[in-house]
């Protein structure tokens, strides 16, 4: 247990503290992009998705859209993010032991 | 993706995702999910869905079961923190029936006593079968130790002891708060004229008037991180790592949702299932997610650790 949860502080802090090299970045948006384009070939999905976002923000961005956000990541900015969101101390656990 | 969109005098958003497919999808999709629940209503989103089935005022039960199924169609729903979804998906020269069921069920559903009682039963039966799959319910529980006292930490299902009070008229107390046609969209994916689809929905809804209606929700409180250890008679241990996350609104969730995929997205490459699985086989499984709700979020990171022998002596 201990084992596990050493190693996913440490992956966390990696990515709190290491910047993405411009290749790192560049696959990582590549594998993205695909999975959301393979997941896209669903239209029960599509269809519920388009519902979610019409009621709630009165507007469907298409997976370009999406694919443009994606593209337009930079290695600073996911990095200001990471130590936002995996910051140790703002972290909870729950155990079932 | 091109879409069309149209709002009824009523007050009712209409949108459609043209498609060249020969099925279509079509429904309602309600601002109204668990979090919207007062406090003695706990499970009532759910339940509305599940008794949605149940009768109408023109309808039994085995008639609204039948009337898609009989053209080899389906009807289908679900409920979650911030909406319940009703939806059909059929052949699409089948349209205008999946249209005026659904705004019957939506809108006409009268909720008899009699079927209550025999669903309380059946979401009763699915509580039970949630508490035995501890790896589901930790991500309920997770949710709940997140946003501590605040309705976005409920279960969805609620409580037997709430469920077994539930009548007609607080069923029909909470349809008639958020069921409202400027409280929804109807959806429509399929290869169908706009124009007929408009033409359809409003007709079906001739009997459903405009009401101002838009839900309002209080955001959760301050987080203040919290630990804990629940003892569970299971062999396996389930552990859930995260915090708040951004709402579906902010600027910085793409980055976010970036950085979860690589960290325990779906694909065996992830940073952790590379780290944990792969070179130290330490977990059957783990993944990270990202839920993004309208006013905050939830990241969170599952392991299922591998308990070796001499750890069960």
Redesign the interface.
Known sequence: MDACLNLTYKELKHLRDVKMTALQLNAAKKQLIGQIGVASDNNENNALDMAKSFLHYNKFDSPEALFHRIESLTAEGLLEVANEMFAEEMLSTLIYR | ?H?N?HTLPNGL?I?H?P?L?K?A???Y???AGTRDEQENEQGMAHFVEHLSFKGTEKRKAWHIINRMENVGGDLNAYTNK??T?I?S?FLTEHFPRAVELLTDIVFHSTFPQREIDKEVEVVIDEIKLYDDT?SEL?FD??ED??FKNHPLGRNILGKPEQLRNFTTADVLNFTSRYYHPTN??F???GNLDFKKVVRLVEKSMHDVLFSEYKTIRNSPPA?I????????D?NQ??????????D??SE?R???Y??N???G???M?S??NV??RER?A??YS?ESNLTSY?DTGV?C?Y?E?ILKMWMLV
């Open positions: 993706m879409y969109q958003r949108i995702a498609s497919s099925v999808y079509c429904g999709a309600v601002d911030e909406e979804v939806y998906a501890p930790i529980d997770f130790l997140i929804m969209v959806f429509v994916l987080y991180p919290e630990h804990l250890v629940v003892p569970k299971t241990a389930h552990v859930m790592i995260g915090g708040r996350g951004y579906a609104y910085k793409t980055a976010l970036f950085l995929n690589i960290l997205g779906p694909g490459n940073k952790l780290s944990l130290k330490l977990v783990v309208t990241f990171i392991l650790p």
